[in-house]
C-alpha cells in the first residue's frame, strides 16, 4: 500500500515536499516513481529512484528543479519540489516497480495522489 502526502496550494517559486509510505512488502525491493496527471491530460512520469536510491531520472520539464530522493528505513519516498510553476499544477502519483524506468505500464502499485496546485 502507497499512501501520498504533502501536496497544497503554493505561488508560483515556491516550493512544496511530497511523501510516500509505503507499506506491506519489502520497500528497498522496488524501484518508486513519481507521475503526475493534470485536468484532461494524459498521467505523465515525472521522476524515478532505484531501490538502492543509486539511481535517478527525472523529466526534462522537471531536472533541476525536483529531486527524488528515499528512505529506506522509514519505507518513505519523497520529492522535493522547487521553483514551482502554474504548469506543475496536477494531482501527484507515487507509484512502485520492479526495475526503475519512466514506463508507466511497468509500475504496479500506485498511491491515491496527492493535489499540488500552484497559483501565479
Known amino acids: 500500500q502507497l499512501q501520498a502526502s504533502g501536496g497544497g496550494l503554493v505561488q508560483a517559486g515556491g516550493s512544496l515536499r511530497l511523501s510516500c509510505a509505503a507499506s506491506g512488502r519489502t520497500f528497498s525491493n522496488y524501484a518508486m516513481g513519481w507521475f503526475r496527471q493534470a485536468p484532461g491530460k494524459e498521467r505523465e512520469f515525472v521522476a524515478a529512484i532505484s531501490g538502492t536510491g543509486s539511481s535517478t531520472y527525472y523529466a526534462d520539464s522537471v531536472k533541476g528543479r525536483f529531486t527524488i530522493s528515499r528512505d529506506n528505513a522509514k519505507n518513505t519516498l519523497y520529492l522535493q519540489m522547487n521553483s514551482l510553476k502554474p504548469e506543475d499544477t496536477a494531482l501527484y502519483y507515487c507509484?512502485?516497480?520492479?526495475?526503475?524506468?519512466?514506463?508507466?505500464?511497468?509500475?504496479?502499485?500506485w498511491g491515491q495522489g496527492t493535489q499540488v496546485t500552484v497559483s501565479s
Open positions: 507509484a512502485a516497480s520492479m526495475r526503475v524506468n519512466t514506463d508507466y505500464d511497468s509500475y504496479i502499485y
